[in-house]
C-alpha cells in the first residue's frame, strides 16, 4: 500500500529528553513537511524539505531539529530546548513545491507527543 | 508570505442542514487550494481542491468554487449528516511559496 506512515502514534517524554518521531512515505514525493497541532491553533509548520539533503526552517523550528538523508524519511527530533512539546504532531508530503498541479499533500495518522 | 482565513467555529448544526465555512487568502501568483477534514484522533484527508480561478472542486456532497476576484474558497454542502462532524481546514500551496499553508480549522458538530 502506498502511503505515509508515522511512528509511534503515542509516545511520553520525560522533561530533558529528546526525543525522535518517524515519518517515512513511500509515495515517492520530493516534498516533506512537519506540523505540530495544538487545540485552536490549526497547524503551525516546524520544518519543510523540498528535496533530500536539503530542508527549511517553518514558523516554529525553535526546539526542533530535522534530517533528510533519503527521500523518504524526514525524521523529526523534539530537544530539550522545546518549552512546551506536548502536541499532536503530523507529518505530510507531496509531490513537489509551487508550479507544479498536482500538489496536495498527504498525511499520515499523527503522534501525540506527551512530557511527563 | 501567504496566508488563509477562515470560519473558526465551532459550529453546531442540525442533521440535513446547509453548510457554508468562509475561507479567503492571501497569495502572490496563482496557488493551489484545497480543503482537508480531520476526523478525531486522525491526520488530515483531502477533501477537494482546485488548481485554478473558476474551477470547482467537489466530493462526498461539499462543493468549493476558486474565486480569484475575491480571493476566497469557500466550502459549502447543501444537507450534513451527523458523519460529517469533524474539522475542516482550509489550505493553498503555490502562488510564489514552497509552503502547505494552512488556517486554522473550523470544528463542526451535526447533531441527529
Known amino acids: 500500500d502506498g502511503g505515509i506512515t508515522q511512528s509511534p502514534k503515542y509516545l511520553f517524554r520525560k522533561e530533558g529528553q529528546n526525543v525522535t518521531l518517524s515519518c517515512e512515505q513511500n509515495l515517492n514525493h520530493d516534498a516533506m513537511y512537519w506540523y505540530r497541532q495544538d487545540p485552536g491553533q490549526g497547524l503551525r509548520l516546524i520544518y519543510y524539505?523540498?528535496?533530500?539533503?536539503?530542508?527549511q526552517k517553518g514558523d516554529i523550528a525553535e526546539g526542533y531539529s530535522v534530517s533528510r538523508e533519503k527521500k523518504e524519511s524526514f525524521p523529526l527530533t523534539v530537544t530539550s530546548a522545546q518549552k512546551n512539546p506536548t502536541a499532536f504532531y503530523l507529518c505530510a508530503s507531496s509531490i513537489g513545491g509551487s508550479g507544479t498541479e498536482n500538489t496536495e499533500a498527504f498525511f499520515g495518522q499523527g503522534t501525540r507527543l506527551t512530557v511527563v | 508570505g501567504n496566508s488563509v482565513t477562515q470560519m473558526e467555529g465551532p459550529v453546531t448544526l442540525s442533521e440535513e442542514a446547509f453548510l457554508t465555512i468562509n475561507c479567503t487568502y492571501t497569495a502572490t501568483g496563482y496557488p493551489s487550494l484545497f480543503w482537508y477534514v480531520q476526523y478525531p484522533g486522525e491526520g488530515l484527508q483531502l477533501l477537494l481542491k482546485a488548481t485554478k480561478a473558476d474551477d470547482k472542486g467537489s466530493n462526498k456532497g461539499f462543493e468549493a468554487t476558486y474565486r480569484k476576484e475575491t480571493t476566497s474558497f469557500h466550502l459549502e454542502k447543501g444537507s450534513v449528516q451527523v458523519s460529517d462532524s469533524a474539522v475542516y481546514f482550509c489550505?493553498?500551496?503555490?502562488?510564489?511559496?514552497?509552503?502547505?499553508?494552512f488556517g486554522k480549522g473550523m470544528k463542526l458538530t451535526v447533531n441527529p
Open positions: 524539505s523540498q528535496i533530500v539533503n536539503d530542508f
Open positions: 489550505a493553498l500551496m503555490g502562488g510564489g511559496s514552497e509552503k502547505l499553508v
